[in-house]
């Protein structure tokens, strides 16, 4: 309640764009209570109207429709709207601006000419005038006539608690309270009609096919759902596969798709949606997504050509199918793409705790269990009583006091092993794969290296491939939506917007339809170059780079502080104690933003270099080597890289985790021998792409890693899922030798 006595956010814009309205009072109507507020409003607007002034063109007719159709001055109201547009002057590829507050004027108009109900009105109007616009124009429309009629009536109900017991207000706040009223009184009227009237128009423009099934060749159902355009003949069809479950949102997808000109098709994981078979993630996708890919080519509205697009598990789906190479499969546009036992649920060998409520939430129902994954105060919960309690990493489900039986088989298979190699392609299988691929990833998305390792693996195997990646300052979530101005507190530059899905799509017209290749993807690797606000492009990952520096980590002269340097320091020594029996750390949780003041000390040792004497731009993978002995059988290594600019804050670049049992090969663990000299080689990194600013630095944080967000691994050479507390012993000690090394790659 005490948030419902703040100003509105468009109150308060108002107070700060229109102070000519702060000297001016109006008085107010009685009745601002009940059904009274319907009667006394109209009479409000009509005498804001008649004092209301602004020299901001566009902001006057803004303010001055809305007005109007509180006053039922809807023809006025129309008017002014059509006025605001034509100053706007969008596109026509664009819905037409406040699209829903012009059909709720044309209803009232048409209502009171004809004596109509308002919802006959209405529906003949959104009928006419929603069923003129084109497909795609009309799909962009929709969002318009959502959003939240609750939080309307808050901020209606905020701005009548600001004048509750008044006789005048400033004239501002009689505006913003009858702007207030205006949109909760039109979204209350037109959006109990929305559906049903979308559901017409949806059936006057497509054929829609919500139920489906598929068989699979073991005998499995796979629910699938069919959008086409009404009036077209065979198409090349567009396909998300998918776990998450979810009727309304990949509706609108495919929607989406046909009306690009394809058909539009999104299926469900066996036991998803209207299947009823038994779910298991991951393990069945292939076959399964191979099987719709067949159904639909076959089908007598489909040209015999399928694409794939979606991102995460949906881009997983796609390299799972190519896995199995369906003849009608044609082109995957991936985005940020999990690669299983790559870099989900673990990296680096390296379980990682935010897979673990990820089954629950996905293999629990045959749709998505949202409440439970949603319950964040439980996983913290878990998490720390785990870390803080030393108990086995396997218990997990014990702790948390529910089964979870995706998790716990994922625990029986720590090696890269062929439970794991069975989900998407492997050696040769990579060698086939003949179709044109999109690759979509950010250097804040976590899924980053399950996209560069389908993207190395495939080049690999099939040096002449057309793999095509494009990757900027997006993260895992925001990027599949839509880029924001911020992301995770870093403001991306204006090169950076770049409208993704729009991308996706022109490439599949450049591809289905021969339309020209995106200019964006110029080359096989495109990137932005942070701080540059441009976007850059080369043949191969390695040519990102014009040449390499190699830095040093060698410990400091002055105070132990730690320095890159030029110089090779092999004698030198820098030591790291972590004492897994001390878990006094159980409610630290990591930064949420990518820029920081300061760096997390469970990053390990920060090795700091030069002040940068000039612009220097960063550009591909990271490699190098760590020097080190340590007094375990193992360790869990984390390096980090960060800008450190004049003002102080630190910027996150890339990062690398590894196991070092599984650094040679992530098939089979061989454990270390404590006290001998180990050679460990930094490889397959993410990427790196960011000018830093003459009078940053570069800073290097390497450390073991021992946090309550991912597994803990205690050195003792046993299955770090089955290690406690009492398996810590004496603190882990890691001397990090001068001779190691990060070659980082530059671009001049």
Do not use: C
């Not at 300052?473 to 507190?489: I, L, N």
């Not at 502080?561 to 972590?578: E, Y």
Request: a neutral charge; glycine letters at 8%.
């Amino acid at each position: 309640m005490k948030a419902l006595r703040k100003p509105a956010a468009w109150l308060a814009v108002l107070l700060v764009l229109s102070p000519w309205a702060s000297a001016q009072e109006i008085d107010l109507p009685g009745g601002l209570k009940g059904d009274g507020i319907d009667r006394a409003m109209p009479e409000l607007a009509r005498d804001a109207i008649a004092r209301y002034r602004d020299d901001d063109r566009a902001r006057f007719l803004d303010t001055l429709f809305r007005l109007q159709i509180a006053a039922g001055q809807q023809a006025r109201a129309i008017e002014s709207i059509e006025a605001l547009r034509a100053l706007r002057n969008d596109p026509a590829s664009q819905p037409p601006l406040f699209l829903q507050y012009e059909l709720h004027a044309r209803a009232q108009a048409l209502q009171s000419a004809r004596g109509l109900p308002y919802a006959q009105a209405w529906r003949q109007v959104f009928a006419e005038r929603f069923g003129a616009l084109d497909d795609a124009v009309a799909l962009r429309a929709e969002f318009s006539f959502g959003g939240s009629l609750p939080r309307w009536r808050s901020s209606l109900d905020a701005a009548l608690e600001k004048a509750r017991g008044r006789k005048r207000l400033p004239l501002a706040e009689a505006i913003g309270l009858v702007r207030a009223w205006q949109v909760h009184a039109a979204y209350a009227a037109f959006q109990p009609l929305f559906d049903a009237a979308l559901q017409e128009d949806d059936a006057r423009r497509y054929r829609i096919d919500n139920d489906v099934l598929v068989p699979t060749p073991d005998g499995a159902n796979i629910a699938v759902m069919l959008v086409r355009p009404a009036k077209a003949a065979r198409l090349p069809a567009l396909l998300q596969f998918t776990i998450y479950a979810n009727d309304a949102l990949y509706r609108r997808d495919a929607k989406a798709m046909a009306a690009r000109g394809y058909v539009g098709v999104a299926a469900y994981s066996r036991g998803k949606g209207r299947s009823q078979d038994a779910i298991a993630p991951f393990e069945h996708d292939g076959v399964d997504a191979a099987a719709v890919i067949d159904g639909v080519a076959a089908q007598p509205w489909s040209d015999g050509r399928v694409g794939m697009f979606g991102g995460s598990y949906n881009s997983f789906a796609q390299w799972a199918a190519l896995k199995h190479r369906p003849k009608a499969l044609k082109a995957i546009a991936t985005s940020a793409s999990a690669a299983p036992g790559i870099d989900i649920p673990m990296e680096g060998g390296i379980f990682l705790n935010f897979m673990y409520p990820w089954p629950l939430y996905t293999a629990s129902s045959r749709w998505l269990d949202d409440a439970r994954y949603g319950d964040t105060a439980r996983w913290a919960k878990l998490d720390r009583a785990w870390y803080a309690g030393g108990r086995a990493y396997r218990e997990r489900p014990v702790i948390d006091g529910a089964a979870n039986p995706v998790f716990a088989q994922w625990l029986r298979h720590p090696d890269y092993d062929a439970y794991w190699q069975a989900m998407i392609p492997q050696g040769d299988a990579f060698a086939a794969i003949d179709i044109p691929v999109l690759a979509t990833t950010g250097y804040y998305d976590g899924a980053q290296a399950g996209v560069l390792h389908y993207f190395r693996e495939h080049l690999r195997h099939r040096p002449q491939a057309d793999h095509t990646l494009l990757i900027g300052p997006f993260e895992h979530t925001s990027m599949q939506t839509g880029v924001p101005p911020v992301v995770q507190g870093y403001a991306v530059d204006p090169a950076a917007r770049v409208d993704l899905q729009a991308l996706r799509l022109d490439w599949f017209d450049h591809v289905f339809k021969g339309a020209p290749k995106p200019a964006l993807l110029a080359d096989r690797v495109n990137w932005q170059a942070m701080g540059a606000d441009a976007w850059r492009h080369a043949p191969t990952l390695e040519a990102m780079a014009t040449r390499t520096q190699r830095l040093y980590l060698v410990p400091g002269a002055e105070q132990g502080a730690n320095a890159l340097s030029l110089q090779a320091q092999p004698q030198a020594g820098t030591l790291q104690r972590v004492d897994f029996g001390d878990r006094s750390d159980a409610d630290w949780t990591p930064p949420p933003n990518v820029l920081n003041k300061a760096l997390d000390p469970h990053l390990g040792l920060a090795f700091v270099g030069d002040v940068l004497a000039k612009d220097t731009e960063l550009a591909g993978a990271f490699s190098g080597v760590l020097d080190f002995t340590v007094n375990k059988h193992d360790l869990d290594i984390a390096i980090g890289i960060y800008e450190l600019n004049a003002a102080g804050e630190y910027l996150d670049l890339a990062y690398w985790l590894q196991r070092a049992s599984y650094n040679v090969d992530r098939r089979q663990r061989r454990l270390l021998q404590p006290g001998a000299a180990q050679h460990l080689e930094v490889k397959d990194t993410r990427l790196l792409g960011r000018k830093l600013a003459a009078g940053s630095r570069i800073v290097v944080t390497l450390g073991a890693i021992k946090q309550p967000d991912r597994q803990l691994n205690l050195g003792s050479g046993k299955d770090p899922s089955d290690e406690t507390i009492a398996d810590a012993g004496a603190p882990l000690e890691i001397r990090w030798r001068g001779s190691s090394y990060l070659d980082l790659p530059l671009r001049e």
